[in-house]
């Protein structure tokens, strides 16, 4: 029985470093362009390394570190790291009824990225309960040790990389972008998945195009959010009707 267990656990493990393994792709060199703007604003590269480490927040790290080498009151630097988080609201409760009976998870959600949710968001249903802790940890855990790495490097020799290979610092910015964009491809292939991503797509660049722009990610969200909820209502009418 214990061979069995650990066999089953030792299965979740290796499909999740395999799941994750892509991740790496998006998630080094973004994590090295934020070690290198974080030592270009003061910071040590011990003190990149923990933000890194403990905060864990992508894009929020950028807006921590900006605002607080601009001066800003820390705790508006921390406000607005918080406010940017507050898409893991909508990410957690998402995933719940993909989750197994295990006390683990609230102190597995430290390592719930965008890229982790949408990879746990399709791979979660696929697995067995058993297998699910397992897979999550691993998953998360490479993504988390990667982002970390990645910023000690840059912090300790982005600038020698950047002057090394000047194209680098041109592709660092798109590779997480890039990366979110092939994890939510296998979504198109649903209809309503289609059009709400679509919707949500054309919103953001069209926004971000105007005096909204500052406003074109939550309001884009927004709008593919409203987009399936609609999508959903209609979907659920003619069933409601033909089951009457």
Known sequence: ????????????????????????????????????IASQAGFS???????????????????????????????????????????????????????????????LMHGLTDQIFALAHTRLAELNDEDKVSWYTAASLLAWASWVLGTTLGAIAGDTLTQQWPLMDAVMPFALPALFIVLLAPRFSDKQWFYTLSVTMVSAMLLAMTAFQHAAIPLAALSGSMTFYLLNRSHEKPEQEHAN
């Open 1 to 36: 029985m214990a061979t069995s267990l650990k066999a089953k656990t030792s299965r979740g493990w290796q499909r999740g470093l395999l799941d994750a393994l892509p991740l790496l792709g998006g998630y080094i060199p973004v994590a090295i362009s934020f070690g290198l």
């Open 45 to 107: 590269a011990l003190e990149a390394t923990l933000i890194s480490l403990f905060i864990y927040a992508g894009a929020s790290q950028f807006l921590l570190v900006a605002m607080v080498a601009s001066g800003a009151p820390l705790w508006l630097a921390v406000s607005m790291t918080m406010l940017v988080n507050v898409r893991h609201v909508v990410y957690a409760p998402n995933l719940v009824p993909f989750l197994s009976q295990s006390r683990a998870w609230p102190w």
